[in-house]
């Protein structure tokens, strides 16, 4: 089944202890992104990646790090997680099927707590 | 001002009704994006669109590039369509900016 996969979908941590939250699809898609949605905010984008080794910073980059060393995972670090970070978080990949439909296909989300 | 604005930004129809939701945006974009939110937090991807009308079952969406505008329309609501439905702009760059979303009650 064409997916995309976040883990963990669910964590509660303290400031300042790195956390990792990883993103992977399989679809073959290039592009990928990182969004955060918050209350009253709306969904935001946090980062994008056009291809391997390529990223871009989306409206909210700040306290966040992302790398693309491979066409399928795209992993978001929080260096020194603070509390205004904690936030529900999407990944999401886009790319053309096979039906020729070009479409952007998102995650479960991950809850993100912290204390 | 948002570079996307989305009305209504609630919405509450009877089953059977047809249903529409307005997008505008004040930007240059490449491409345009609904998507719809069920509660307990899915998104899913409705339409992507660069040009003219789309369909598929019920849903319908059109986009009007010179007046940067684009409307989803839902035919023959039913409860299942209750949601949050999203409009989302692809900023030359691949930039995507997000509108606020309506929410859409649908009464049986």
């Known amino acids: 089944e064409a997916q995309v996969t976040q883990n963990p979908r669910y964590l509660i941590t303290v400031t300042g202890k790195k956390l990792t939250v990883t993103c992977s699809q399989n679809?073959?898609?290039?592009?990928m992104s990182w969004y955060r949605q918050d209350p009253g905010l709306g969904l935001r984008q946090i980062y994008y990646?056009?291809?391997?080794?390529?990223?871009d910073k989306g409206d909210v980059p700040e306290g966040y790090k992302v790398s693309r060393k491979e066409k399928r995972n795209f992993p978001l670090i929080l260096e020194s997680p603070s509390p205004n970070q904690t936030s529900l978080y999407f990944c999401?990949?886009?790319?053309?099927?096979?039906?020729?439909?070009?479409?952007?296909?998102f995650g479960a989300g991950s809850r993100l707590t912290v204390l | 001002k948002n570079e996307v604005e989305q009305s209504p930004q609630n919405l509450t129809a009877q089953e059977g009704e047809f249903i529409t939701i307005n997008c505008s945006y004040s930007?240059?974009?490449?491409?345009l994006h609904w998507l719809q939110q069920h509660p307990g937090g899915g998104i899913v991807s409705l339409f992507m669109?660069?040009?003219g009308k789309k369909k598929h079952g019920r849903l319908i969406a059109t986009i009007n590039i010179q007046e940067k505008h684009s409307s989803l329309h839902i035919t023959a609501s039913h409860p299942r369509d209750s949601a949050v439905y999203i409009c989302?702009?692809?900023?030359?760059?691949?930039?995507?900016?997000f509108g606020a979303g309506t929410i859409l009650r649908v009464k049986s």
């Open positions: 999401a990949s886009r790319g053309v099927q096979p039906t020729g439909a070009n479409v952007l296909t």
């Open positions: 679809m073959n898609h290039e592009y």
């Open positions: 990646s056009m291809n391997v080794e390529v990223t």
């Open positions: 930007v240059g974009i490449s491409a």
């Open positions: 669109l660069s040009s």
């Open positions: 989302a702009v692809m900023e030359y760059g691949n930039k995507l900016v």
